[in-house]
Every structure is written in structure tokens, then in C-alpha cells.
């Protein structure tokens, strides 16, 4: 991280990644495809808890309860890694292709905790449901805690955002709710009366137009 900090992700080499490890880069390759893996070394070992930690939770727990479990218990792991966590989405942040990887590791997560909802009984489409809102949870919690200064808590953070989730499917943030009348019409912006039904376009004659008949019963009458 240091490298890519001091002179660039692009311009830094495999080589100098390997020498600045005490290691050939041999011993490089055996570990990582490519110098982006540095970068996300750790995903698989998040993978694992994620999973592990979902299938621990309570068996009375939601989906959802089961999937925030194992977000907070990786947010208070994550806590101490703060400084590092902000360079390397700095880095990320930077590089199309990287922020495509993480994209990428975001979705394999997700299908990983929707795999261990479902080996709890949950069915679809509210396993995948559940690991999809639980992910987009995790990461703008995440984002939030690396751009805040001070000591933020990220778990704190996590149960935030999902508490703003459900507030959201719940209807009840960002706009007010309607009082409705039984068996009125509401169309947004206009007032029904209870039993009338308006219909677009067509012309309610006033009380002139009532007295004006054609033809006249002169006329009719002739």
C-alpha cells in the first residue's frame, strides 16, 4: 500500500511490490494473479466470516437480522484498520478498473450470504434480497466511515444505515402520508369529492351555456 501510495498504483511494478516484501517475485506470483490483488487480499477471509457469522445467528432470526449480524461483527473488525481502509479506496477510487474489481468482490459477497440464507431455509427471492440491501448497507456505512475524520464507528455507522433502510421500505421517510376519505378518488395536486368522478376533457356546461339550447323551441316547435 505504501508503494501505490508514494508513487501511484500504475507506475508502481511488481518487482518493487516484491522487494519492498522481502520476497522474489516469484514468491509474488504465488500468492496473487496480479499487483490489483494486493488490494483485495482479504476478501476471501471476509467471505468466510460473512458466511460463518450468518450461519451462527439464531435460528428465530429474519434474514435481514442474520445478514446485519454478520455486518457488524466485520465492521468491528475493520474498526482498527481505519488509515488503511482510507488509502486503499483512495487508490481504488482512482482506478476504473479497480473500483470494477471491488464491484465485482461487493457481488461475490452478496452471493455468498444469500448461499448461506438459503442453507438456513430462507427462500428466494427473500435470500437474495435480503444479501443485496444487506451489501449496499455495508457499503455506504463503509464509505461514510473512511471519509468522516475522527474515530467513527463503523459498526455504529452499519446499524445506522439499516435502520435508514427500513425506514425507507417502511414509507416513512421523505414525504408525508395522505389522509384519505373512504371511497374518494385521490389524484395528486387535485381534491375529489366523495362519489364524483371527473373525466379528462369533457366540458361541465355553466349556467349559461344551460340556458342556451339548440335548436331553439321555436324552431323545434315550426
Known amino acids: 500500500m505504501e508503494l501505490f501510495i508514494e508513487r501511484g498504483f500504475e507506475q508502481t511494478t511488481v518487482a518493487e511490490i516484491a522487494k519492498r516484501a522481502?520476497?522474489?517475485e516469484r514468491?509474488?506470483?504465488?500468492?496473487?494473479a496480479d499487483k490489483r490483488e494486493v488490494l483485495f487480499a482479504g476478501a476471501g477471509t471476509l467471505q468466510e466470516f460473512f458466511v460463518s457469522t450468518v450461519a451462527s445467528a439464531p435460528d428465530s432470526a429474519a434474514p435481514i437480522d442474520a445478514v446485519a449480524a454478520a455486518l457488524e461483527a466485520a465492521?468491528?473488525?475493520?474498526q482498527e484498520r481505519h488509515e488503511y481502509a482510507r488509502q486503499r479506496q483512495a487508490v481504488i477510487a482512482a482506478h476504473a478498473e479497480l473500483q470494477e474489481r471491488e464491484l465485482i468482490k461487493l457481488a461475490s459477497l452478496a452471493s455468498a450470504l444469500a448461499g448461506a440464507l438459503r442453507r438456513r431455509g430462507v427462500t428466494e427471492p427473500?435470500?437474495?434480497l435480503a444479501a443485496e440491501a444487506g451489501i449496499a448497507v455495508f457499503r455506504i456505512a463503509f464509505e461514510r466511515w473512511i471519509n468522516e475524520t475522527?474515530?467513527?464507528d463503523l459498526p455504529q455507522l452499519i446499524r445506522d444505515s439499516l435502520d435508514q433502510l427500513k425506514t425507507v421500505t417502511a414509507g416513512k421517510l421523505g414525504r408525508e402520508l395522505p389522509v384519505r376519505v373512504p371511497g374518494q378518488l385521490r389524484v395528486p395536486g387535485r381534491l375529489r369529492v366523495p362519489g364524483r368522478l371527473r373525466v379528462p376533457g369533457r366540458h361541465r356546461p355553466g349556467r349559461e351555456s344551460r340556458r342556451r339550447r339548440w335548436p331553439p323551441r321555436s324552431a323545434a316547435a315550426a
Open 22 to 24: 522481502g520476497l522474489t
Open 27 to 32: 514468491t509474488f506470483f504465488r500468492y496473487f
Open 75 to 78: 465492521g468491528a473488525l475493520l
Open 126 to 128: 427473500a435470500a437474495s
Open 150 to 152: 475522527g474515530q467513527a
